[in-house]
């Protein structure tokens, strides 16, 4: 049983069909990256995966489970955590506050301010978060404010309250948008790291195929709406078919 499946999803805006039949599966631990050309439906299926956007056919599956009338939050306790290829960060904030905030939402009790100064009950959340900034490569900037910061360093912070929640599946929309390269191959090792002492399956869209190469196993490719490719990524971008829609040229 897959971790998360959707099947045979479709979704349609007035006369403009933006996903047509497309079906997709996670097994636990896995890594597996969803690519394509723009507009060809990536992020419109992750928004019907997340919940985000209701669909107009199909199914979708959590650990056998339906989901499809779950609402977003209901989906993130079950374990499932995403983020976004826009940052949406807080000026003033430091990537610590940041992952308490995310942390005190996650359990949804107590005071926050006890907590940043260490004065909550318990102090397994605050014990948490510095564990996450040591894992993640901030604990050296972790009192900065956000907007001094690199955008690597604000991509590893929204990481960050993504994985406060502990989800067994991330969906990661655009990772390496707005990274140089440098950056981008540091981000992909965290990546790594994190699936390996996590064992959290992964789905992301991307358009840097360099990146998807580092971080998945196999990959599914979108055109259109449509589903022309799945497999292991070096076996699916040297078919014609994917190289033709993705590339623009046939081997």
Request: with cysteine; proline share 3%; net charge negative.
């Amino acid at each position: 049983m897959a971790l998360v499946e959707g099947t045979g999803i479709s979704k349609r805006y007035g006369g403009i069909v933006a996903l047509d039949d497309v079906s997709v599966a996670v097994e636990r631990g896995e890594a597996v990256g969803l690519v394509g050309p723009n507009g060809a439906g990536k992020t419109t299926l992750f928004d019907c995966l997340n919940g985000v956007r209701h669909f107009d056919s199909g199914e979708v599956r959590f650990e056998g489970r339906r989901i499809d009338r779950m609402p977003v939050y209901e989906r993130a306790r079950l374990g499932i955590g995403r983020t976004f290829q826009r940052l949406e960060l807080f000026a003033g904030m430091s990537p610590r506050e940041h992952l308490m905030v995310a942390e005190r939402v996650h359990r949804a009790d107590g005071r926050l301010w006890k907590d940043l100064i260490g004065r909550g009950r318990a102090r397994t959340p605050v014990a948490r978060v510095e564990e996450l900034l040591v894992e993640l490569g901030l604990d050296e900037v972790a009192d900065d404010p956000i907007e001094s910061l690199s955008h690597g360093h604000g991509r590893l912070v929204e990481l960050g309250r993504a994985l406060v929640q502990d989800p067994l599946l991330l969906l990661l929309d655009e990772p390496s948008s707005g990274l140089d390269t440098r950056e981008a191959a540091g981000f992909a090792a965290v990546l790594l790291e994190v699936r390996a002492r996590r064992e959290t399956a992964m789905l992301l869209v991307e358009h840097d195929l360099d990146f998807v190469g580092r971080v998945v196993e196999r990959t599914y490719v979108l055109d259109f709406g449509k589903m022309i490719g799945s497999g292991r990524v070096d076996d699916v971008l040297a078919d014609p078919v994917v190289r033709r829609a993705y590339l623009g040229e046939v081997t």
